[in-house]
């Protein structure tokens, strides 16, 4: 599969242009030394349990935890999973290159775009109208 900046990305119709080859390049191997990506978010809560005497109904209130949750979408429902402090240390790393990976993405996506829209082949007809089909 051909990748950013290759040649094989580039056709006879479409050619990149140095800075584009070069940033797709750095994009390329920025993409590559990402590591494991959750999907979500971690966050650290505190909680009121359902006893009514419990010191978390108090005035002020003594809330339990601090708990750490990681908030996710799953087949189009929210799934919530609660840490211990060990994984939530030890899984941060990948919740931060999820983040990285996605603004890198947007940057590839923008590149791309940037290409498509470089083409003269791309240009608009005037009024927004489709060409008419040859024959």
């Not at 601090?66 to 189009?76: N, Q």
């Not at 775009?113 to 240009?123: F, G, I, K, N, T």
Request: glycine content about 6%.
């Amino acid at each position: 599969m051909p990748r950013p900046g290759d040649a094989e990305c580039e056709s006879k119709e479409v050619q990149l242009d140095a800075e584009r080859r070069a940033e797709a390049k750095r994009l390329h191997q920025a993409i590559a030394r990402v590591g494991f990506v959750l999907p979500g978010t971690l966050a650290q809560r505190q909680t009121r349990c359902g006893r009514s005497g419990c010191h978390c109904h108090a005035d002020p209130p003594q809330l339990h935890g601090p708990y750490w949750l990681w908030t996710r979408k799953v087949a189009a429902k929210t799934v919530t999973r609660m840490l211990t402090d060990e994984q939530a240390l030890d899984y941060q790393e990948w919740f931060d290159n999820a983040k990285t990976l996605r603004a890198l993405t947007s940057e590839l996506e923008a590149l791309s775009l940037s290409v498509v829209e470089a083409d003269p082949r791309s240009a608009r007809r005037p009024g927004g109208r489709k060409p008419n089909p040859p024959g």
